[in-house]
Structure formats: structure tokens, C-alpha cells
């Protein structure tokens, strides 16, 4: 009965300083084909929460439809969770954020659930800097439904069946930046390395933090001449260098640009850090943007971290909406009165 997964674990397996183990973080039995991308981006979200201590009934995960949008079955099973209709997704997460602050929300999407039908409502999510981390699981292709050319397919890309792509792709991690995300990451399925530092990163920042994770469609989209294939990214991705550091007493380095750097953390383990030129600054919109355009004219895939501001007002503090979750507040709280809707209508005339 191969679609049961295996109770058995290793009794001295690792846990985390919550004492739950690797396991408490799994979810169901994937359906999807084998040896999917998707699949080991579950695999890094689970390494991600699992290593922050974060306890599963704190987070909410949120689909829309497709392949990608099934893989919240298969991580986490002990969270919250919404399987929307095509594309919209954004909204049901802004719909739970702003009911509930506390939770932590993690968004699933694919190229075609975000890139063509959600596009408007992607775009709104990002300016309104939604404290939400959404990945989209990056295929190029319609892969529930036989594999058609998604809005991301690059120029010149080829599908299975020998057509060749004539339309320029969306850049989903450029468009963010434009419009106003205050976290930009980039990065490829088959790189747990990268990708689960990035998952921390993401998952502690304060606002709006996409993920563009390119995750190659074994089925539809793995041949030569496809530009989202496993061997196309692994020959031109260019990774920029990435590690997660937890919020504790402050550590500082002081080392040149285009040096390697060794720091202790505060746990003993070693981070080797590597500090890139002064050309690319993660903290200058323009200076990614350029950075991002110049790779991708050149052929290459820039991975990494791609911009990051620390200092975006997110949508709870813009609106000042209430800090304790709606179903916690009181009739009283949630109803005032007439005389204060008054008070609220003098103030307007």
C-alpha cells in the first residue's frame, strides 16, 4: 500500500528546541509525478519551520489551484490551511491577515495561478506590503492541465512538443520590486542550501516576501530547449551568496568587498560569509532591478537574496488595525454604539 506514509522514525532523531521532531512538520503523501521540484521545496519548508522552532497551529497556509497549489497538503499537516479558487488567493490571505495578525501566513502559488489569472490581484498584494511570505513554485508550463506555456516561459524556450515560445516573459521578482515588495528572493528547487535559508529570511521579515522559485515540471517541461529544465538552470543559475542569522545580541564583521569572512554564531557553528562588490546593493530598488536585468540579458538566472527593505510600513500599520485577533475581541469592542459611528461621521463632514 504505497500511498500510506510510514509511521516509523528513528527514536534519537534530531528535535528542535520545542522538542518536535523533523516528522511534526510533515504533511500527507505527495500525488504529485516523482521527482517533482515541488516536492523538495515542501521539503525545505519543512527544514525551515522545523529549524526556526516555529509551532504548526501558528501558521495558515494558503493555495490557489494547480500543482503547486496542492503541495500545502504535504507539508505541515498540524497549520491552518485554504485552498482557493484559481488566482485568488491574495485576497483570502489578506482576508485571514487582517482578522488575525498572530498567525503566520505562508502563500503556495504557481506561475500560471499568479502570473496569468491572479496577476491583478498578485499586484495588490504587493503594494499593500501584506505581511505574508508568498512562493511561487516556477515551472513555465501548465502542468495540471497537459503542460501549455505559462506567462513566465522565457522568449525562445521550446515546449515538449518542439513549439518555441514567441512572447516576453513576466519577470515575477522584477514586478515585485517595481510595485513595492519589501522582500525579493529568487531561487531553484533542486538548492536546499540556498532555498532554506531564504525560507528563514523570508519567514522573519516584517512584510511582503515573494519567493520566485524556479522548480522544474518533470513531465511537461524537462527536455533540452527548455529554459526551466533541471539542466538549464543548473548550468545558468547564478547564486548569490545567502545565510540566515537568528535575532539575537548583535554580531558584526568587518572584512573587504570580494573577501570570505568566517563568524562564529552564537550557537558555535561557523557562517562563511562572502561580500559581494559594491556594484549590486540589495537595499537599492534601482541597483537590483539592474542587477536582475543584466543577468538575465547575459543568459544567466540570479539567485539569492535580490532586495530587502527593513524599514516598509507593512498593511497593519498603515490601516492602525486593531492588535489582538478579531474573535477575541468583545461585543462591546467590535460594536460601540451609535454615539461613536457619530463621532466617526462628524469627523468626516
Known amino acids: 500500500m504505497t500511498f500510506i506514509k510510514p509511521e516509523f522514525r528513528h527514536p534519537n532523531a534530531p528535535k528542535n528546541n520545542l522538542g518536535r521532531t523533523r516528522k511534526d ?17 515542501s521539503a525545505s519548508i519543512i527544514d525551515a519551520c522545523f529549524e526556526l522552532n516555529i509551532e504548526p497551529h501558528r501558521v495558515a497556509k494558503l493555495s490557489g489551484i494547480g500543482c503547486s497549489s496542492k503541495t500545502p497538503a504535504y507539508f505541515l499537516s ?12 491574495p485576497s483570502v490571505a489578506t482576508g485571514a491577515n487582517m482578522a488575525n495578525r498572530d498567525l503566520i501566513y505562508l502563500g503556495v502559488s504557481g506561475d500560471g495561478d499568479t502570473a496569468s489569472i491572479g496577476m491583478g490581484q498578485f499586484a495588490h498584494v504587493v503594494r499593500r506590503n501584506l505581511n505574508m511570505v508568498y512562493i511561487v513554485e516556477n515551472n513555465g508550463c501548465y502542468g495540471l492541465t497537459k503542460g501549455q506555456d505559462s506567462a513566465t516561459m522565457d522568449t525562445g524556450s521550446q515546449s515538449k512538443k518542439g513549439q518555441v515560445n514567441i512572447y516576453s516573459p513576466i519577470d515575477l521578482a522584477r ?11 529568487r531561487s531553484f528547487s533542486g538548492d536546499r542550501e540556498q532555498l532554506v535559508p531564504l525560507l528563514k529570511a523570508a519567514i522573519s ?4 516576501a515573494l519567493l520566485d522559485v524556479i522548480s522544474p515540471c518533470v513531465t511537461f517541461n524537462n527536455h533540452e530547449g527548455s529554459t526551466k529544465s533541471y539542466a538549464h538552470t543548473r548550468e545558468h543559475v547564478e547564486p548569490m551568496p545567502i545565510d540566515f542569522v537568528p535575532m539575537r545580541q548583535e554580531i558584526t564583521a568587518n572584512y573587504e568587498s570580494g573577501a570570505t569572512h ?4 552564537h550557537d558555535g557553528s561557523v557562517v562563511r560569509l562572502h561580500k ?3 556594484e549590486y546593493d540589495i537595499e537599492d530598488r534601482q541597483s537590483a532591478l539592474q542587477a536582475i536585468a543584466q543577468h538575465s540579458s547575459a543568459g544567466g538566472i540570479l539567485t539569492g537574496l535580490l532586495y530587502i527593505n527593513r ?3 507593512e498593511l497593519h500599520d498603515a490601516l492602525g488595525t486593531a492588535r489582538r485577533p478579531l474573535n477575541t475581541l468583545a461585543q462591546k469592542e467590535l460594536c460601540p454604539g451609535s454615539r461613536f459611528l457619530d463621532s466617526i461621521n462628524d469627523g468626516l463632514r
Open 25 to 41: 512538520y510533515e504533511g500527507g503523501l505527495s500525488t504529485l509525478c516523482a521527482g517533482c521540484g515541488h516536492d523538495s521545496i
Open 78 to 89: 498540524g497549520s491552518h490551511s485554504f485552498n482557493s479558487v484559481h488566482g485568488r488567493m
Open 175 to 185: 514586478v515585485a520590486i517595481e510595485i513595492g515588495a519589501s522582500f525579493v528572493g
Open 205 to 208: 521579515h516584517r512584510g511582503f
Open 262 to 265: 568566517d563568524v562564529c554564531m
Open 276 to 278: 559581494a562588490n559594491d
Open 311 to 313: 524599514d516598509g510600513e
